[in-house]
């Protein structure tokens, strides 16, 4: 079976609420040396909801491998924000501060992803949050200037 087939199944099992979905996820790794390259395409695919329900199982060193796929999902409004935001902070601490700029900066083009990665970075380290703060509020964009301002705030009434 190839990895479409076996992706197939797993799918087929989802969406009926098949008993053996977790078995067919085990087999699914077992039988595919590249399961995690294949799930990192499918995470941003139609078949996501199916793709999501193997990250709470990964590893944290398989969940850095999938790093950015974890920021692009904690960077906007969405109903699992909250659980990206998660899986990205239980990660080794100095791991994500060391690495996290280089996959949100090109994700910050709007109010609401400066907001939500401003957020994140206020529950990894404060300096970071600052920085990016700093950033916002020499942005044109007005709204964009508000949510720096908004952290600025945050952040000297946390030294209060």
């Known amino acids: ?20 979905f977790s078995e067919y996820i085990v087999e699914f790794k077992l039988y595919n040396a590249q399961w995690l390259d294949y799930l990192r395409k499918k995470l941003l695919s139609n078949d996501c909801r199916v793709a999501f329900s193997f990250l709470r199982d990964l590893t944290k060193s398989e969940l850095i491998q999938i790093f950015e796929v974890l ?7 969405h109903g699992l924000t909250k659980f990206f935001r998660d899986l990205i902070v239980d990660l ?7 690495n996290i700029e280089k996959y949100t900066h090109p994700l910050l083009k709007n109010e609401d992803a400066y907001r939500r990665v401003l ?42």
């Open 71 to 77: 920021i692009y999902y904690a960077s906007y409004t």
């Open 119 to 160: 957020e994140l970075y206020y529950f990894l380290d404060s300096a970071l949050t600052f920085k990016l703060a700093k950033l916002a509020l020499i942005n044109e964009n007005p709204g964009i200037k508000e949510v720096g301002n908004d952290f600025v705030d945050i952040l000297k009434d946390q030294k209060s």
């Open 92 to 98: 080794p601490r100095d791991w994500v501060v060391e």
């Open 1 to 20: 079976m190839d990895q479409d087939e076996y992706w197939n199944k797993l799918v087929h099992a989802y969406n009926s609420n098949d008993k053996r």
